[in-house]
């Protein structure tokens, strides 16, 4: 069992910064981990993701350039950094881990495997 605590969040206008964090229980902290994010009467999409070791990331098209997924498995907490942000970055941002071994679609929410209970992320124009 893994719990997952994010923070971070809040009310930003456009163009502000923003530094999200997920806090893992888990003293084992060798996940591959992911960001999604959630808006109002949407499907949760995915944001970024990182392996285990913080040498391989991936980013949705909509956040590349902007956005940066990083770890510190010292502290077992993964980090995301937003800047320039823009009114539809605007949702719940969540974390996630995926704790298998095999080969998996890290930008698919049905193969993580556990969850924080979401962050808000409000930017107004």
């Known amino acids: 069992q893994v719990q997952l605590v994010e923070s971070g969040g809040g009310l930003v206008q456009a163009g502000d910064s923003l530094r999200l964090s997920c806090a893992a229980s888990?003293?084992?902290?060798?996940?591959?981990m992911g960001w999604f994010r959630q808006a109002p009467g949407k499907e949760r999409d995915f944001v970024a993701s990182i392996t285990w070791s913080g040498t391989t990331t991936y980013y949705a098209d909509s956040v590349k350039g902007r956005f940066t997924i990083s770890r510190d498995n010292a502290k077992s907490t993964m980090y995301l950094q937003m800047n320039s942000l823009k009114s539809e970055d605007t949702a719940v941002y969540y974390c996630?881990?995926?704790?298998?071994?095999?080969?998996?679609?890290?930008?698919?929410?049905?193969?993580?495997?556990?969850w924080g209970q979401g962050t808000q992320v409000t930017v107004s124009s």
């Open positions: 996630a881990v995926y704790v298998g071994s095999h080969p998996y679609s890290f930008s698919l929410p049905k193969e993580y495997d556990y």
């Open positions: 888990s003293r084992t902290f060798t996940y591959n």
